[in-house]
T-cell receptor, first 113, second 112 residues
Framework: NAGVTQTPKFQVLKTGQSMTLQCAQD?????MSWYRQDPGMGLRLIHY???????DQGEVPNGYNVSRSTTEDFPLRLLSAAPSQTSVYFC????????????FGEGSRLTVL | SQELEQSPQSLIVQEGKNLTINCTSS?????LYWYKQKYGEGLIFLMM?????EEKSHEKITAKLDEKKQQSSLHITASQPSHAGIYLC????????????FGKGITLSVRP
């Protein structure tokens, strides 16, 4: 099993550009989520989903959009990138029934100039 | 406001010493996760606790969830340089199987 796969691993954007961070999992997990990690701030939840067609906001949703058209995929869209969105982004998934480990992707480092 | 408080913020210990770090919430911790992260790398799952009073161990790391399910401690016995990194706790705060919230992390340094 591949687990949670994030792409790209690195990206540099200019202010105002848009992009999509891709996340896919092959474990049939209902729950998927996106976090951003900044120095000294831990992991902050951006958006999450408990199943296909269902998404909800986390702590820091502004400037980001998500959709969940399939169980496997949960892309994160930056509509108009800002320097404040420079961060490391992690996608994570887990089961909802008999909840166990939250599986993380390897992270995507985004720099907005 | 931070729903999960981790303490201390950072810690430097001499190799071989024991240490304890904490994760505290004013809300019930329905599921409590501990992760470790090396600088610039991904997250390593350590353990998950769900029941009040539950205690789990992995190698020299032991984590416990208190009876009231509002605090977890992580204890490292005979610390080694390989234990250095950022320790993050995450929890279901709005019921089981809800969104997972994380604390700010604790940076541990181990001096040889």
């Amino acid at each position: 099993n591949a687990g949670v796969t994030q792409t790209p691993k690195f990206q540099v954007l200019k202010t105002g550009q848009s992009m999509t961070l891709q996340c896919a999992q092959d474990m049939n997990h209902e729950y998927m989520s996106w976090y951003r990690q900044d120095p000294g701030m831990g992991l902050r939840l951006i958006h999450y989903s408990v199943g296909a067609g269902i998404t909800d906001q986390g702590e820091v949703p502004n400037g980001y959009n998500v959709s969940r058209s399939t169980t496997e995929d949960f892309p994160l869209r930056l509509l108009s990138a800002a320097p404040s969105q420079t961060s490391v982004y992690f996608c994570a998934s887990r089961r909802l029934v008999n909840t166990g480990e939250l599986f993380f992707g390897e992270g995507s480092r985004l720099t907005v100039l | 406001s931070q729903e999960l408080e981790q303490s201390p913020q950072s810690l430097i210990v001499q190799e071989g010493k024991n240490l304890t770090i904490n994760c505290t919430s004013s809300k019930t911790l329905y599921g409590l996760y501990w992760y470790k992260q090396k600088y610039g790398e991904g997250l390593i799952f350590l353990m998950m606790l769900q029941k009040g009073g539950e205690e789990k161990s992995h190698e020299k790391i032991t984590a416990k969830l208190d009876e009231k399910k509002q605090q977890s401690s992580l204890h490292i016995t005979a610390s080694q340089p390989s234990h250095a990194g950022i320790y993050l706790c995450g929890a279901d705060l709005e019921g089981a199987n809800s969104k997972l919230t994380f604390g700010k992390g604790i940076t541990l340094s181990v001096r040889p």
